[in-house]
């Protein structure tokens, strides 16, 4: 169990927390832009959007960015999720395959671990 403050040291908690916060960054963007055209284009073509108080089209202006920001910062934490799931099974399979070499290079099996002979014979060229 995690003890107060511990999650300051935790540097794949404090990867997986930046990498949701670019996620973030990127989506306001990405979606406020989008949001920012849509807002022009309704301006330009509906009167009811031009009636709307300056308020109320900061409110649809944001809402839009914050939407933008939570999906991209969730695609982001699965991808990294995904990642980081990825790289630890690699790992975990390099371990057993070493293992797995050294078992057999202490029974002194041919062919493994870069020594090619057989107890009295010349590898074969």
């Known amino acids: 169990m995690r003890r107060r403050g511990s999650l300051n040291n935790d540097e794949e908690t404090n990867q997986a927390a930046w990498e949701a916060a670019r996620g973030?960054?990127?989506?306001?963007?990405?979606?406020?832009?989008?949001?920012?055209?849509?807002?022009?284009?309704?301006?330009?073509?509906?009167?009811?959007?031009?009636?709307?108080?300056?308020?109320?089209?900061?409110?649809?202006?944001?809402?839009?960015?914050?939407?933008?920001?939570?999906?991209?910062?969730?695609?982001?934490?699965?991808?990294?999720?995904?990642?980081?799931?990825?790289?630890?099974?690699?790992?975990?399979?390099?371990?057993?395959?070493r293992r797995y070499e050294e078992d057999f290079e202490t029974k002194g099996t041919p062919g493994v671990g870069g020594e090619g002979r057989v107890k009295g014979r010349e590898p074969e060229v």
Do not use: C, N
């Open 24 to 97: 973030a960054g990127w989506g306001a963007v990405k979606w406020g832009a989008f949001a920012v055209v849509a807002g022009s284009v309704a301006y330009a073509f509906s009167p009811v959007y031009r009636g709307l108080t300056v308020q109320f089209k900061t409110y649809i202006q944001m809402s839009g960015m914050i939407v933008g920001s939570m999906v991209e910062a969730d695609k982001r934490m699965v991808a990294y999720e995904h990642h980081v799931r990825h790289q630890k099974r690699m790992a975990r399979d390099m371990e057993i395959w």
